[in-house]
């Protein structure tokens, strides 16, 4: 079975600086996605950027980056140019492609406070 | 943009009543899944409908059950509310593959069974 774990339950930061937040994931499989999920206080889940493991570069979106390491099995996320609406409680997540129906399993999270 | 809806922000029950909890899509998606999130355990996925009628137990299914008669509907049924069972719940959705993966979230619902 697979696993994610996130082991930083609370991170904080100042506002323009980076940080950056860990996951670490357990599987077999060989073909999978990776996921990022930010949930700001008292508003809806989003994703903030996808990682499929057959790709050796990392995802970039805008201020957001991903160091992939496949063979550690770490899928960290940095945070560049930190703002005070990166304030949220953010999810890793993982993905087998073997099925369609596309589960995910989650880490348990870690809050991150952006402070001014 | 998908929407994902769910009946209320907040839930307040008591011990033993039924309770539903609904949700809707408007993007035609085939998979809608059900999950509660407890601080320090993330999220942990209760059911999940990859189409009408159809469903399967995710990783903690006991005290729940689900319904979808509806592709764009999708309803937990707690049969009879325990404490434990005080939680937030939240609902998604996702094409599945063709979306590459991405799923869509409500609002969720605060749950509390006293």
């Known amino acids: 079975a697979q696993t994610v774990t996130q082991s930083q339950p609370e991170m904080s930061v100042q506002e323009a600086e980076t940080v950056t937040l860990s996951c670490t994931y357990d599987?077999?499989?060989?073909?999978?996605?990776l996921f990022w999920y930010k949930q700001p206080p008292s508003r809806q889940m989003i994703l903030v950027i996808r990682?499929?493991?057959?790709?050796?570069q990392n995802a970039t979106e805008n201020r957001f980056s991903v160091n992939f390491q496949k063979a550690a099995k770490s899928f960290s996320l940095k945070i560049s140019d930190s703002q005070l609406g990166d304030t949220a409680m953010y999810f890793c997540?993982?993905?087998?492609?073997?099925?369609?129906?596309?589960?995910?399993?989650f880490g348990q999270g870690t809050t991150l406070q952006v402070k001014p | 943009d998908v929407k994902v809806t769910q009946s209320s922000r907040y839930l307040v029950k008591r011990t033993g009543e039924k309770v539903f909890l609904e949700c809707v899509q408007d993007?035609?998606?085939?998979?809608m899944f059900w999950y509660r999130q407890d601080p320090g355990l993330g999220l942990r996925l209760i059911y999940f409908?990859?189409?009408?009628?159809?469903?399967e137990k995710g990783d903690i299914p006991e005290g729940y059950s689900v319904s979808r008669e509806k592709k764009e509907r999708f309803s937990l049924i707690l049969e009879s509310a325990s404490t434990n069972q005080t939680s937030m719940y939240l609902c998604?959705?996702?094409?599945?593959?063709?979306?590459?993966?991405?799923?869509?979230f409500g609002p969720g619902t605060r749950l509390t069974v006293t």
């Open positions: 998604a959705s996702s094409p599945g593959l063709a979306g590459r993966g991405e799923q869509y």
């Open positions: 599987t077999s499989e060989n073909n999978y996605y």
């Open positions: 990682q499929e493991a057959y790709k050796q």
């Open positions: 997540a993982f993905m087998k492609l073997v099925s369609g129906t596309g589960k995910l399993i």
């Open positions: 993007m035609d998606h085939e998979n």
């Open positions: 409908s990859y189409d009408v009628k159809m469903k």
